[in-house]
């Protein structure tokens, strides 16, 4: 069993940057891949970042490429993401996701993840 907190989202105005956190616990952290989702009102949850078990590699969506980035703390337990030249596209609550890597350097449907956190708020005014 894993448990996720995220923590970091707040209310930002347009072009300004937030990081979001998420910290594991439960068993070792090291072997899992890490994805980041977000869901807005009225649609469905999406993919924003997925880091691989090692933190090498991180693939992230179209719509946030250049501008956000996350990466992973082993010793801490825990993973980031960077948010920067944010939008009000960008309002949703973030979610971290966890999944033994089993092999595979990222997911990146929501329901090949297995342990979510509570959410948070991110909130773009503009």
């Known amino acids: 069993q894993v448990q996720l907190v995220e923590s970091g989202g707040g209310l930002v105005q347009a072009g300004g940057s937030l990081r979001l956190s998420c910290a594991a616990s439960?068993?070792?952290?090291?072997?899992?891949?890490m994805g980041w989702f977000r869901q807005a009102p009225g649609k469905e949850r999406e993919l924003v970042a997925a880091i691989s078990w090692s933190g090498g590699s991180t693939y992230y969506a179209d719509s946030v490429k250049g501008r956000f980035t996350g990466y992973r703390h082993h010793a801490k337990n825990t993973v980031y993401l960077q948010m920067n030249t944010l939008n009000p596209e960008d309002t949703a609550v973030y979610y971290c996701a966890a999944k033994w890597s089993a092999g595979r350097t990222w997911y990146v449907r929501s329901y090949d993840y297995t342990y979510w956190g509570q959410g948070t708020q991110v909130t773009v005014s503009s």
């Open positions: 439960g068993r070792t952290f090291s072997g899992y891949v």
